[in-house]
């Protein structure tokens, strides 16, 4: 049963992050359809903005083997998870900004507040499902 439980919890997460990286190519279509190939390249940079730090919180937070006696553990990881996305996330502005990338701020930043609205009702809804 534990086992199903942590096999379950990974083709979920796997799922959302699926879900969330074909949502960044469909915005980043609509804006280079609307816009221009630039538009489209801004949006597809921030949504990797927020997808690749995204992704390895997720790797972060599921590598651990979860039993009842691993609480502090699985609380610890998720504190490192969030360290690792801010640190990424960070990262990648610093370096789409100082190495002055060409970029349409209203795609990039559009992009980028869609994915992370999206993944706070995603959140907020299997949190109230499982």
């Known amino acids: 049963m534990k086992h199903r439980r942590v096999l379950s919890g990974l083709w979920l997460v796997s799922i959302v992050l699926l879900f969330q990286l074909v949502l960044i190519l469909v915005i980043a279509s609509v804006w280079s359809f609307l816009d221009?190939?630039?538009?489209?390249?801004?949006?597809?940079?921030?949504?990797?903005?927020?997808?690749?730090?995204?992704?390895?919180?997720?790797?972060?937070?599921?590598?651990?083997?979860?039993?009842?006696?691993?609480?502090?553990?699985?609380?610890?990881?998720?504190?490192?998870?969030?360290?690792?996305?801010?640190?990424?996330?960070?990262?990648?502005?610093?370096?789409m900004f100082g190495c002055r990338v060409e970029l349409a701020f209203a795609p990039f930043f559009g992009a980028y507040l869609l994915a992370l609205v999206v993944q706070w009702i995603t959140s907020f809804t299997l949190n109230n499902h499982y």
């Open 36 to 95: 221009g190939e630039m538009a489209g390249r801004s949006a597809l940079f921030g949504g990797g903005a927020f997808w690749v730090p995204q992704c390895l919180f997720s790797l972060w937070v599921m590598r651990r083997k979860v039993d009842k006696h691993s609480a502090g553990l699985v609380l610890r990881d998720f504190y490192g998870g969030a360290g690792i996305k801010l640190i990424t996330t960070t990262g990648l502005f610093a370096l």
